[in-house]
């Protein structure tokens, strides 16, 4: 068999980077579909049904023009899994994502969200100084790559809370924060959406666990069961508060809530709040080690 070239690998995922970005956007996972179908058919108020039903005409009419459910194309977020005999270097796979991200913006075209910090100005087709955003996980004894990409928009970007809670705050701290943050957020992240938390570890890790927790399959339910019973418990509270559909009131405020968690230092007790909106998008590509790419909506 020829040897593969590191160019080969290279363009694969750089195709798998570009093909991903825009599916993401254009064509949202059955769970999504079958949640906010769900929530159309639990919802009580006149105006939170009514929101709900251009929400899944505005996915009907994506999917028949092949067009995005949203024109917010957000910032491209990919976390890779990264097995430890994939002969590509994580070096040149992270060029491979901001080559692909930058190519699917201009052929499709989409939006360029990407601009300096300070000075405001753009940066390019949906990359710059350290855009992409990818995160890392390294897999002992694999050769593939999983790539999942999760376009972030900014309505529900822009409401990200972190709390530096004490132990002595508790479960019941935790709670109210997260409520707090969901009631002072109100139809701002374009709800109903999957609310992530994240709990210890730190400041930083605990925001990357609420945005791991965002990315889950929607209704999935933490390993540890203390940590699912409290995602049980929060996706009951939050939708009591009552925001409802793009915060006009209503049964349905959240979809779900998921909560990724680490353990901390023992004076410690981190809470991040990560919001989805009801745009959900995510999509994955699996590339063995040979280049080949197996594309995955579901995972
Ligand atoms: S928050 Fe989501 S649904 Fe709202 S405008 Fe942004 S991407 Fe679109």
């Known amino acids: 068999?020829?040897?593969?070239?590191?160019?080969?690998?290279?363009?694969?995922?750089?195709?798998?980077?570009?093909?991903?970005?825009?599916?993401?956007?254009?064509?949202?996972?059955?769970?999504?579909?079958?949640?906010?179908?769900?929530?159309?058919?639990?919802?009580?108020s006149v105006p939170g049904q009514r929101?709900?039903?251009t929400i899944l005409r505005n996915v009907e009419v994506a999917d028949s023009e092949r067009n995005l459910v949203c024109q917010d194309t957000g910032i491209a977020v990919y976390t890779c899994r990264v097995g430890e005999h994939f002969p590509l270097h994580p070096a040149r796979i992270y060029e491979a994502l901001r080559d692909g991200t930058a190519r699917a913006t201009l052929e499709h075209p989409l939006r360029s969200n990407a601009v300096h910090t300070i000075t405001r100005e753009n940066t390019g087709p949906n990359v710059g100084h350290r855009l992409p955003i990818v995160h890392w996980e390294f897999v002992p004894d694999w050769d593939g790559l999983d790539v999942k990409c999760v376009p972030k928009g900014s309505g529900s970007e822009n409401?990200?809370?972190?709390?530096?809670?004490?132990?002595?705050?508790?479960v019941v701290g935790i709670k109210k924060f997260v409520l707090e943050s969901i009631v002072g957020a109100g139809g701002k992240p374009c709800p109903p959406g999957i609310v992530g938390v994240g709990i210890g570890g730190s400041a930083d890790y605990a925001m990357y666990l609420a945005k791991e927790a965002i990315a889950r399959p929607i209704g999935t339910r933490n390993a540890d069961p203390v940590v699912a019973q409290l995602e049980d418990e929060l996706f009951g509270l939050l939708n009591e508060t009552g925001i409802g559909p793009m915060g006009l009131g209503g049964d349905v405020t959240v979809l779900n809530c998921h909560?990724?968690?680490?353990?901390?230092?023992m004076t410690l007790n981190p809470v991040a709040v990560n919001?989805?909106?009801?745009?959900?998008?995510?999509?994955?590509?699996?590339?063995?080690?040979?280049g080949a790419v197996d594309y995955d909506r579901e995972a």
């Open 259 to 265: 909560i990724e968690h680490a353990d901390t230092h």
């Open 1 to 44: 068999m020829p040897q593969l070239l590191d160019t080969d690998l290279h363009a694969a995922v750089e195709d798998a980077a570009a093909h991903l970005y825009v599916w993401a956007l254009k064509d949202i996972p059955q769970d999504l579909r079958d949640a906010l179908r769900d929530a159309a058919g639990r919802e009580t």
């Open 159 to 170: 409401m990200s809370f972190l709390k530096m809670c004490v132990p002595a705050d508790g």
């Open 275 to 290: 919001y989805q909106c009801w745009a959900a998008r995510r999509a994955t590509a699996h590339i063995a080690a040979d």
């Open 51 to 53: 929101v709900l039903s």
